[in-house]
C-alpha cells in the first residue's frame, strides 16, 4: 500500500514539474519580450508608449484612426488596460506590488494612491507648463485639489469644465409605445408612473409573442447603486450624492437609507413586486440578460441611467423597434419633491488621471495629458478627423451623415473610429464650452441632440408639445448649482472609519432592501425597522459625522462656503 | 503495477499491517526500531547512493522555500498597521489589534459558517458521488463506452467558474429549463426563482459543484481500482459473490487507503473553498448564505487598502487548516490506516 501511494506521489511530482517547468519557460520568454521593446522605446522617431490605467476601460488597442492622429500629434502612444471583470482590487494589488503604469485613472481609489506615494503632485508642473489645463479649468482648478491638509492637485481630468444640461442622464423612463397607447398622460409621480405600466400590461399581456414585464431592475451586481440605490433617491427629490444625502447649504451629510422618503420609495417597489409588475428576476439576472431583455422591447419601463443600457438602446433603433425606446420622465414620490435630473454640480474635481511615481515618462505623460485638454485636442476627440467624421461647412464643423448615423444606433463606433472614445475620463471641456471661433467643442449641442432624436422619440415630443425632453424636468437654473459637487466623487481615507461603516452599511442595506422589496408587503416595515437598527448598531452616525465633515472641508477647500 | 504490490496492498487492508514491502520500506527509511543511533558516515553514504534522487528533487525543495516558506514571513504585516509606503522597520505595531477586530466582526462569523457549511457539503458530496461514479465505471465491461463516458464526464471540469455559473443562472431562472420542466409536469404551480432564495444557495453551490468536479475527482480512485488484483475477484466468484458484493468487500477496501488519505489531505482545505463559486453565483438577496472567509477577506481587506486585515484572516485560515490536518491525521493512525504524514 505505501509502495502504491509512492507511486502516486511520484506521479503527481512529476506533473507538478511538469507544470513549473512549463510556467517558467513561459515567463522567461515573455521577459526576452519585454527587453526587445524596452530597448527600442527609448530612439528618437518612434513614439513613447505610455501605459495607462483607467477603472472604467474596457479591452481595446490604441490604434484607431484618432488614437493614430494623437500618436503623431504628440509622439505618444497609450497602452490601454482595464480591470478585469470591474474588481475593485486593481488599484490596491498595483499599490502592493509598487508597479504602477504611467497614468492612472483610479476614480474613488485615488486616496489610497496618494498616501501610498504612487502619483505625483502636478502643482509645478501645472504653473511651469500646463497652459492648455490653465486655460480650461480657470478659476475652478480649487476644485482639483485634494484636501484641506494636503491641497495639493494630484489628478486632471474626467469631467467636463462648463456643462451646459441638455439631457437628462436618464432614471425613470419609460417606453415610448406606452405614452402613445394611453393618449400621451402627464406622469410626474410615482402613482402616475403605475398606473400607465398597469393599464398598458392589462392591454398587452405580451409583446411580440413575449411575456411583457412592466419594470425590470438590476440589483444583482454593482449595478444595485444605479438602478435600485439612486433612482430611490431621485425620486425623493435628492441631487446625485451616492449614497448620502447631503444638504448643500451646511454640508450636513446623512446616509441616505435612513430617511423615511427613501422607506416610502421601496414601498412602493414593494407593492409593484407583489402586484406582479416588477420582474421577478430583477435582483438575480446578470447583465447580458438585462440588455437581452431590454433589446426585445418587452420591457415597459426601467430606472436606469442611459450610460448604463445604451446598448440596448442602440439595438432597439438597429432592428427598428424607435417605439419601444424609453422617454425620460421627472418622475417623484409625490407633488411636494423635485427631480434633480438637471442639477448643475459644477466641476466635480475629485476624480482624474494622475501621473505614477515611478513613471520614467512623467514630463512627457504631463506634456501630453496637457495637449489633451487644448483646443486642437478636444476637437479631435470629440469630432474625430477632418473630412473623414466630418467636414467644415461655411466655416462650421457638421458632423458626416454616417458618422451621425453610426454613432447613433452603432455600439461600436467609437472603439472602431475613436470618435469620442478619449473624451471621458482625460481632461474635458463641457458640452456648453466653444471654441475660439464660437463654436461648440463637442458635438453634443442642443441643436444636434433635437435633431439626433429617432422618429418615435420626435413624434411624442411633437405630442407634448415639447422640443426636448428637459422641458418637463425642473430647470437647471431653477435647481441652483451645487456647492459641494457630488459626495461620491469623494476620496474617503483608507483605512477611516467612514470607508469601513459605509462598506458595511452598503453591504447591509442592498440585502436587506432587496429582501424586503421581494418579500410579503405585510412584513416590510418591520424588515426596514429591522434593518434602521442594525444600521445603528454598526454606529452609522458616526459616519454621517465624518461625512458632514467631509462636504464641510470640501466647500472650505473650493471656497464655496460662505 | 507488479503482482507483488498488489498482493500487499490486499493484504494492508487488514488492520495490522505488516507486509514484507511495507517492512523493507521502513528498514530502507532508517526508521526501523533497531536503528537508533543514526551517526553520520552512513547518513553520507547513504546520500551518495540516492545523489539522482536528491538532486532531482532540489528544484523542488527550492521552489517549496521560495514560493511556501519565505511569504511566511509577511505574516508581520497582521501585527504591524502596514503601510506599503513606508519600510519594514518605520510600520507601526499594534499587536493583536487586527485579530481583535476580527473576532469582534459578526460578519466574520457568518463567513466562518458559510465557508465550513460548503466546504463540508462539498467535501462529502464531492467524495461520495466521485466514489459511486468510479464504482460505476469500473463494473462497466463495454470499454468504449466506458472511455467516452470518462471522458464527458471530466470535461465540465476545464470549464471556467465563470461559464459554468452562468449556465447554472439561466437554467435556474424564472423562464429557465428548470422551471419549464417542473412546471410542464405539473409538480409545481408557479416558477421558482432559486437564486432568490437563500436557504437553497448551499444546496445550489453544492451540486454544481458535483456535475463540474465528480468526471474529474473519479480519476483518482478509478486508477486505484484498477490496481486491485483480478484474483481477488475471482476468488470472489467462486465463492458465490455477487457484483454488489464484490463491490463491497474487494473494490472499496481495496481503495479505502486512497480514499483516506485524500479525505485527509481536503478537509485541510476545507476552509480554503475559494470564492470564484460564492461571488459568481451568489447575489444580494443570498449574500448573507454566500459570504464566504475569502470574499470577506478581499472585500474588507485587500479591497479596502487594510493588507494587515487581510493577513490576519490568512493567518487564522492557516491555523484552522493545520489543527484540522493533525486532528485528521491522527484519527487515521488510531484506526491503522494510511495517513499523510
Keep these: 500500500m505505501k509502495r502504491k501511494l509512492s507511486n502516486w506521489a511520484l506521479f503527481l511530482i512529476f ?32 513614439p513613447i508608449t505610455l501605459s495607462f490605467f483607467s477603472a472604467d476601460g474596457t479591452e481595446k488597442e490604441f490604434n484607431d484612426p484618432v488614437a493614430q492622429k494623437i500618436t503623431e500629434e504628440t509622439g505618444i502612444k497609450l497602452e490601454l488596460d482595464y480591470p478585469v471583470g470591474g474588481n475593485d482590487e486593481a488599484i490596491p494589488l498595483m499599490i502592493a506590488s ?65 456643462n451646459a444640461y441638455w439631457e437628462t442622464s436618464g432614471t425613470f423612463q419609460i417606453q415610448l409605445d406606452v405614452l402613445r397607447e394611453l393618449g400621451y398622460p402627464e406622469i410626474k409621480t410615482l402613482e402616475d408612473f403605475e398606473a400607465a405600466l398597469t393599464e398598458y400590461y392589462e392591454k398587452y399581456p405580451e409583446i411580440d409573442g413575449q411575456k411583457t414585464i412592466p419594470l425590470s431592475l438590476l440589483g444583482s451586481d454593482w449595478r444595485w447603486l444605479i438602478t435600485v440605490g439612486d433612482p430611490a433617491g431621485f425620486a425623493a427629490g435628492l441631487a446625485g450624492d451616492g449614497q448620502w444625502a447631503v444638504d448643500d447649504e451646511t454640508g450636513e451629510a446623512t446616509y441616505k437609507f435612513l430617511l423615511p422618503e427613501l422607506k416610502e420609495y421601496f414601498k412602493w417597489l414593494n407593492g409593484l413586486n407583489a ?82 511615481s515611478t513613471s520614467e515618462y512623467q514630463e512627457e505623460a504631463f506634456e501630453f495629458l496637457d495637449w489633451m485638454a487644448s483646443e486642437e485636442a478636444q476637437i479631435l476627440v470629440n469630432w474625430g478627423i477632418e473630412g473623414e467624421n466630418y467636414d467644415i461647412v461655411d466655416g462650421k464643423r457638421v458632423m458626416q451623415e ?19 472614445y478619449y473624451i471621458y475620463p482625460f481632461p474635458q471641456w463641457g458640452n456648453g464650452a466653444v471654441d475660439s471661433t464660437g463654436q461648440p467643442i463637442t458635438p453634443n449641442s442642443e441643436e444636434q441632440i433635437i435633431e439626433n432624436f429617432n422618429t418615435a422619440e420626435k413624434e411624442v415630443l411633437e405630442e407634448y408639445e415639447m422640443e426636448n425632453w428637459i422641458d418637463c424636468f425642473p430647470s437647471t437654473e431653477e435647481l441652483g448649482i451645487s456647492k459641494h459637487g457630488q459626495a461620491f466623487n469623494y476620496t474617503i481615507p483608507a483605512g477611516s472609519d467612514l470607508q469601513i461603516i459605509q462598506q458595511k452599511a452598503d453591504d447591509l442595506t442592498e440585502q436587506r432592501i432587496t429582501q424586503a422589496i421581494l418579500g410579503d408587503p405585510a412584513d416590510f416595515d418591520k424588515a426596514w425597522d429591522d434593518m434602521i437598527a442594525e444600521l445603528e448598531a454598526m454606529n452609522i452616525s458616526k459616519a454621517n459625522e465624518e461625512m458632514t465633515k467631509m462636504v464641510q472641508d470640501t466647500m472650505e477647500l473650493w471656497g464655496t462656503n460662505e | 503495477m507488479s503482482r507483488e504490490n498488489n498482493s500487499a496492498s490486499a493484504q494492508s487492508n487488514l488492520p495490522e499491517t505488516s507486509s514484507p514491502v511495507e517492512r523493507q520500506i521502513r528498514i530502507g527509511s532508517g526508521i526501523t ?90 467535501l462529502v458530496f464531492g467524495t461520495v458521488s466521485a466514489i459511486v461514479f468510479a464504482l460505476l465505471l469500473n463494473e462497466l465491461r463495454f470499454l468504449t ?63 454544481s459543484d458535483v456535475w463540474k ?32 458484493r464484490q463491490m463491497w468487500h474487494i473494490t472499496l477496501p481495496s481503495i479505502r487507503a486512497v480514499i483516506i488519505v485524500l479525505l485527509i489531505l481536503n478537509i485541510g482545505n476545507l476552509i480554503n473553498i475559494g470564492f470564484e463559486k460564492q ?56 484506526i491503522g490506516e494510511g495517513r499523510v504524514f
Excluded at chain 1, 498616501?115 to 508642473?125: Q, T
Excluded at chain 2, 465528480?214 to 470472489?236: K, R
Excluded at chain 2, 475569502?294 to 492557516?318: C, E, H, Q
Aim: charged letters at 20%; hydrophobic letters at 40%; one cysteine or more.
Design chain 2, 33 to 122: 526500531k533497531n536503528n537508533k543511533k543514526p551517526y553520520t558516515k552512513s547518513f553520507w553514504k547513504r546520500a551518495s547512493k540516492q545523489k539522482a534522487l536528491l538532486l532531482m528533487s532540489i528544484p523542488f525543495v527550492i521552489w517549496l522555500l521560495v514560493f511556501k516558506y519565505i511569504p511566511i514571513a509577511g505574516w508581520v504585516m497582521a501585527f504591524q498597521d502596514y503601510k506599503p509606503q513606508f519600510g519594514f522597520f518605520e510600520q507601526e505595531w499594534v499587536g493583536w489589534k487586527h485579530f481583535k477586530d476580527l473576532f469582534n466582526e459578526p460578519m466574520f462569523y457568518t463567513a466562518l459558517e458559510n465557508t465550513l457549511g460548503m466546504g463540508i457539503l462539498g
Design chain 1, 98 to 162: 509598487g508597479d504602477y503604469p504611467d497614468l492612472i485613472f483610479a476614480k474613488g481609489d485615488i486616496g489610497k494612491l496618494i498616501e501610498a506615494g504612487g502619483v505625483i503632485k502636478l502643482d509645478d508642473l501645472i504653473e511651469e507648463k500646463g497652459e492648455n489645463l490653465k486655460a480650461m479649468y480657470g478659476d475652478q482648478i480649487n476644485r482639483l485639489r485634494n484636501s484641506i491638509e494636503d491641497p495639493s492637485i494630484y489628478t486632471v481630468g474626467t469631467y467636463g469644465v462648463e
Design chain 1, 275 to 356: 402586484k406582479g409588475l416588477l420582474d421577478p428576476e430583477s435582483f438575480t439576472q446578470t447583465y447580458d440578460t438585462y440588455i437581452s431583455k431590454l433589446s426585445s422591447g418587452r420591457v415597459l419601463s426601467v430606472a436606469d441611467q442611459n450610460w448604463d443600457f445604451a446598448d440596448a438602446d442602440k439595438a432597439l433603433v438597429a432592428d427598428g423597434k424607435e417605439w419601444r425606446t424609453y422617454a425620460p420622465l421627472p418622475v417623484t414620490l409625490g407633488e411636494g419633491y423635485k427631480s434633480q435630473s438637471l442639477k448643475n454640480y459644477g466641476f466635480s474635481g475629485g476624480w482624474g488621471i494622475a501621473i505614477s
Design chain 1, 15 to 46: 506533473l507538478l514539474g511538469f507544470f513549473v517547468l512549463a510556467a517558467c519557460s513561459d515567463s522567461e520568454t515573455g521577459q526576452g519580450d519585454d527587453q526587445s521593446d524596452k530597448k527600442e522605446e527609448p530612439s528618437a522617431e518612434d
Design chain 1, 402 to 420: 454616417d458618422d451621425r448615423e453610426r454613432m447613433n444606433n452603432d455600439k461600436d463606433y467609437s472603439k472602431e473610429t475613436g470618435v469620442g
Design chain 2, 213 to 244: 468536479e465528480t468526471g474529474w475527482n473519479a480519476i483518482i480512485y478509478l486508477a486505484a481500482m484498477a490496481g486491485v488484483d483480478p484474483q481477488l475477484y475471482e476468488a470472489a466468484k467462486v465463492d458465490g459473490a455477487s457484483r454488489i
Design chain 2, 279 to 334: 461571488m459568481l453565483l451568489g447575489n444580494n438577496i443570498v449574500m448573507e448564505k454566500a459570504l464566504v472567509i475569502d470574499l470577506y477577506a478581499l472585500d474588507y481587506g485587500i479591497g479596502m487598502f487594510r493588507y494587515s486585515f487581510g493577513t490576519a484572516i490568512g493567518i487564522f485560515k492557516s491555523v484552522i487548516s493545520v489543527i484540522l490536518i493533525l486532528i485528521c491525521n491522527s484519527v487515521a493512525k488510531r
Design chain 2, 145 to 207: 463506452l466506458k472511455k467516452w463516458t470518462q471522458t464527458i464526464s471530466y470535461l465540465p471540469h476545464f470549464v471556467s467558474w465563470v461559464i459554468v455559473a452562468n449556465i447554472v443562472i439561466t437554467m435556474l431562472s424564472q423562464e429557465g429549463i428548470f422551471n419549464n420542466i417542473l412546471v410542464g409536469l405539473g409538480i409545481i404551480d408557479q416558477p421558482i426563482n432559486y437564486m432568490a432564495k437563500p436557504e437553497m444557495f448551499w444546496g445550489i453551490v453544492t451540486l
